[in-house]
């Protein structure tokens, strides 16, 4: 999906409460041993069979793969912020494991706006978003302190 300029949303156009919901993004156990390989070669994310005896219990996916597709969902069909999501600090937790076959949403909204005292052309916005699987468990919650430009005076409505 490719966005255009109309589509994004300035500091000014955002309001607490407000929601976005992303596309979905399928794992498979071959992007899970993927991005293991590459970033978090741990036993219970590279082989079911060790993965067994492992507080997962099976194969499952990194937090940090995760949270990549998160961050992929949230810039592609989630949260069109104008500037792209430049991400300013946060908290992130995996209450449940992804597993291979589950199908990811991101569901965010937006909790807190805070124009910048110090430079008038952004401000914080502060975004909560949950990653649920396709059965509505939760599998990652990141609230996350945004950098969100703000329009430029001529161009304000």
Not at 110 to 136: D, F, H, Y
């Amino acid at each position: 999906m490719t966005r255009t300029d109309s589509d994004l949303l300035y500091l000014d156009d955002l309001q607490v409460g407000q929601r976005f919901v992303s596309a979905t993004h399928a794992i498979d156990v071959d992007q899970i041993k993927a991005f293991a390989r590459q970033f978090d070669p741990q036993p219970f994310h590279l082989d079911e069979e060790a993965a067994k005896d492992t507080f997962f219990g099976g194969l499952a996916a990194s937090g940090w793969h995760v949270a990549a597709v998160t961050m992929k969902l949230l810039v592609t069909s989630g949260a069109p912020i104008a500037g792209g999501v430049v991400g300013a600090g946060g908290d992130i937790a995996w209450p449940n494991p992804t597993r291979p076959g589950d199908v990811l949403q991101v569901a965010s909204e937006v909790m807190e706006i805070t124009p910048s005292r110090s430079r008038p052309n952004r401000g914080m916005a502060t975004l909560k978003s949950e990653t649920r699987n396709q059965k509505g468990e939760v599998v990652q919650v990141l609230t996350a302190k945004l950098v969100v430009p703000r329009r430029a005076a001529s161009a304000a409505h």
